[in-house]
């Protein structure tokens, strides 16, 4: 499923600008003119990433980065402005925004910024899951699969899956390579049917010789395929 961003602003040109951008990076934007409104989304529209104006009507952006609601669900937050100061914009970042990105738009920092902004939410999510699983002792599905990795810069390299979620997958590489931080993922499930071939980012080494990755930028489709997988797993463990 596509990464939703959370776009607060009032200024409709610039909020339909940001809704075009969005979509054309492949993420899911969600709309909201107001502070407020945006702290009612975080419970029923669950954001990914957050894409904060400062000046608001009511509740400026400062303020929203200072409620309980919004630091305890900790998405990662961008702060866009074009009248901030430089003591506005430290002081953002240390009420817990994660970047700050001034107007007039740049379409390619923008982009390098949900990028990493999309990296520290997969990290949030992953820690919350790891808590979870804590919790309740339930490993996922054991795996073996053989995995071709290919890098952005041509390279293609063979892996073995270990663990398979879907968030992510567990795998060993069959060099002593240490893999690129943004990948694609080319693995057959054992049902018998279609391949799947996925965009990942490495999250971290779990020892040695094994990396987790993070599934991003998943469509419905791929979504489903990836659930029914780990659900087969499950029933045949």
Known sequence: MATRVLVVEDEEETAELLRDLLHEFGYEPLLVRSAEAARSALDTERPDVILLDLRLPLMSGLDFLQIDRVRAARPPIVVVSGVATEEEARECLL??????????????????????AEVQALRTQHDDERRAADRRRSARPPLTLPVRIFEYNGAERKGICVDLSTFGMKLRPLESVTPAPAVRLYFRPLDGGPGLYLLAILVRREDPDTYAFRFVNLTEAEFERLRDVVAGVGESS
Request: charged residues 25%; proline residues 5%.
């Open 95 to 116: 009420r817990g925004a994660l970047d700050f990105v001034g107007k007039p738009l740049n379409a390619d920092l923008l982009r390098q910024v949900l990028l990493y």
